[in-house]
């Protein structure tokens, strides 16, 4: 992260200060013994195609905020011909998937024990993204592939292994849309494909998290083909970039070449107008899609920022069966049904707890509701974060799956193109007290991160980066269409509070002040929390928007 320290909320608004900051190797990054002559290929051939596919996005994005959305693709090959994917029969009950940062040892070992189906190990939104969390993050995920992941568990006193279970576990690579520098083995001399050892270059972080974790594998010490997770895809084209590094690095470890599976997440509006064309583009290797609505919903105001109509309310206040969710949900187990492929649902955001029997009955109640929605809509399965949240979610869903199910399936000629930014009228309610909700939490989030946490249990809620942009965006939605959009304070008799770039900034002080009188179990000290409050703000002024 930048340093931020002593500035002033004036000079925030400068536009040369950045919440964000490209991850960076040391010089003197410890990486396996011949990890440099073995990546420098792939990033000759990788690395180019990846900056082009993100400069693409950029493209899409501003037509979108000129008034150009995306919308579905004409007619292709994709959608015309007869093609399947063959399920592999380990992987055809995914009812729950738990998922959590791969650099939690302790946390990895109870999802695995925890009986999901599923587990998604993190390099991704629920890890801060640093090299020193990327470095605890790889190995613990070498040893939860081989079976020998342990951590020491302090009350019973003992080490704790993962119990022998067919669950499948999957690694969230980081998405297209970010870089690294460094990292190719500074200790030898690095090739010159890699500028000769220069920590300056860019990388791509996907194809490099992928080729960490792939290089010291062996086949035969997997229970099952490795398998991925890809984030935060925005086209049909980009699945075509997946599906070449997956068989290039099968070549090079002389595996088959569809060996490497995976399932990817529908979490960008451009991307639900085209995902059968980019099932289509893996379909050597994909054997599902899962609808990421959190980032989903933090795209959709992205890609509508210039619209006054889509300034959403007080995101607590938006109903999971909202229309934008529930036509995107439908739409995807369809697609994926009718070509052999499974659908995940969501994370539902409220977590149990062992602490507060309210709260814990609340939140499993809100889970057996929305995992019921999510199989009523044909889901095969969910994901979750807590082991207490498991066996309510595989309960809601038929067992494998619903592949096979056609009401779970619809495949009406109407249901193929439904309608993708339905305007949500009449939907929650836009409060103050939502503004201030929303700037206490994007500094509580930042402040985990600045600590070492990509993901941070807040209030109840499990607040990660997609969680984190949306509240960003919305705040930035609000100033921005302050003369178009009432937001109300509730405590002043439902008065309108105009939204300006001061009163922000007044409301950021505010809730800074509030929370360091009274910071709870937050980790992290005044100063970082001063720094958060910073950073937070300087994101939003400088429309730091992408999921970084």
Known sequence: MVELAGATHHELSKPTLRGFEIQTAPPSADLPKGFAEFYAPLHARFTPWQQELAAKRKEVLKKSQEGHPPEYLPASEAITSHWKIV?????TDQRNQMTGPGDDAELCVKMLNSGAPGVMLDLEDSMANKWENLQSGVPNIHAALRGKLTYFDKKRSAEIA??????VIFTRARGLHLSQRGG???KTAAPAELGRGDNNELTSASLYDVARVVYELDASELKHPLCFYIPKSESADEALWWADLFKRIAHEKGWETDYIK?????ESHPLAFQIEE?????????VGLNLGRWDYMASLIHFNLENPEWVLPDRNTIPHDVR???????????VCHRRGALAIGGMTALYPSREDAE???????????DKKNE?????????????DQNQIAVDQFPVPNQLGNPSGAPDKSEARHPDLRPVPKGVGKRTLAGTRAAIRTVIRYRNGVLNGKGASLLDGYMEDLATDRIYRLMIAQRIRHADKVEVLDEDEGGKPVKHTPELISRLFDEELEKILRAPGKDLGTPETFTRARQISEAMILNHEFDPI
């Open 162 to 167: 993962i119990k022998p279970s067919k669950t």
């Open 375 to 387: 199989a009523n809509c044909g889901m095969d399965g969910a994901w979750t974060g807590h082991p």
């Open 324 to 334: 934008f969710f529930q036509n995107l949900r439908e739409l995807i187990p369809s």
């Open 278 to 286: 980019f099932l289509y583009n893996l379909r050597d290797h994909i």
């Open 359 to 369: 709260l814990n009955a609340r939140a499993l109640d809100v889970l057996a509701k």
């Open 262 to 266: 995976c399932m990817a997440l529908v």
């Open 184 to 186: 190719f083995g500074a």
């Open 87 to 91: 399920l592999p029969e380990w992987v």
